[in-house]
Nanobody, 116 residues
Framework: QVQLVESGGGLVQAGGSLRLSCAASGNTFSINAMGWYRQAPGKQRDLVAIISSGGSTNYEDSVKGRFTISRDNAKNTVYLQMNLLKPEDTAVYYC??????????WGQGTQVTVSS
């Protein structure tokens, strides 16, 4: 089993920055890609950014140039640096891991609120 624990959410003004962290534990050797999704009230959960075990990244269009995903395999941790935050970035952010190329694991979520 793989467990994911997020940290780093909070309240920030528009234009500000936050850094999310997600620490994985358990059978971490079986983790493939890791990433971040977000879900705003009344909306579906959408991909924000994802990083492969080899370091390849992919971003949702609205966050390109503002958000950066990174991964420390030695610490089994994935990060999301969020700059130039906008009110529309407000959502619950969920850490994601693809395990054994077959299973999806999720963290409990962390709230990010951007005030205008």
């Amino acid at each position: 089993q793989v467990q994911l624990v997020e940290s780093g959410g909070g309240l920030v003004q528009a234009g500000g920055s936050l850094r999310l962290s997600c620490a994985a534990s358990g059978n971490t050797f079986s983790i493939n890609a890791m990433g971040w999704y977000r879900q705003a009230p009344g909306k579906q959960r959408d991909l924000v950014a994802i990083i492969s075990s080899g370091g390849s990244t992919n971003y949702e269009d609205s966050v390109k140039g503002r958000f950066t995903i990174s991964r420390d395999n030695a610490k089994n941790t994935v990060y999301l640096q969020m700059n130039l935050l906008k009110p529309e970035d407000t959502a619950v952010y969920y850490c994601y891991a693809r395990v054994d190329s077959r299973y999806d694991r999720w963290g409990q979520g962390t709230q990010v609120t951007v005030s205008s």
